[in-house]
């Protein structure tokens, strides 16, 4: 096998977005953080970061003209383990970096830090106090089939296939001194949610 670590431009951004935001009420992508939408937030890191971002929806018209691949969501019901394999299937590269569509404050050294630690692994995903953090997460082609297996068996959590493939887990006192807030795996669920993040800041 080949240890070495591809740079950042050698692998794809995926970007979930096919959630129904059931409990938002709209469609979380768009929601302004700072002025600013989050899928805009992240988009801009994207390209800044990787070669290819991928947007994986069942809305497409909604991110027309946004100059980024669209890629219709392949299993419309297989929740974001479903939007996962989506993104891998048409990723141009062996390795994607996948985060939500909620996440307004994706931190650049520690996706990099991510990445320098990806080595042989199918799997590089953070582990904080809350548990792991999948939808922030490194991901091979390797876990194309796996997701299938766990889909077709009625699974939709993205962990659920982890025990078929290779997994680092990082530890948060890894990264703390990257992202000491954690704010990295900060999303917006609900109105709520919103409202408290905007009076934080």
Do not use: W
Not at 54 to 83: M, S, W, Y
Not at 115 to 121: F, K, L, Q, R, S
Not at 126 to 137: E, I
Request: charge should be neutral; charged fraction near 25%; include cysteine.
């Amino acid at each position: 096998m080949n240890n070495a670590v591809p740079p950042a431009k050698s692998l794809t951004g995926i970007i979930l977005a096919g959630g129904k935001s059931l409990r938002m009420g709209l469609d979380k992508a768009f929601l302004e953080v700072e002025g600013i939408p989050i899928i805009e937030r992240t988009d801009a890191l994207f390209r800044k970061l990787f070669s290819e971002t991928i947007i994986v929806t069942n809305q497409e018209k909604h991110f027309k003209g946004f100059g980024t691949r669209i890629c219709r969501d392949l299993i419309p019901e297989g929740g974001a383990a479903g939007g996962l394999f989506t993104g891998l299937f048409f990723s141009s590269f062996p390795y994607s970096f996948a985060v939500a569509c909620d996440m307004p404050y994706l931190n650049e050294p520690l996706i990099a830090y991510l990445i320098a630690n990806m080595e042989d692994y199918d799997v590089v995903v953070p582990r904080t106090k809350d548990g792991l953090q999948p939808l922030h997460a490194i991901y091979s082609r390797n876990c194309l089939e796996p997701l299938r297996k766990i889909i077709r068996g009625g699974k939709r959590r993205v962990i659920d296939f982890y025990p078929m493939v290779r997994v680092k887990m990082i530890p948060e006192d890894e990264f703390s001194d990257l992202d000491p807030l954690a704010e990295s795996f900060l999303n917006v669920n609900t109105p709520d949610e919103l409202q408290f993040l905007r009076k934080r800041l």
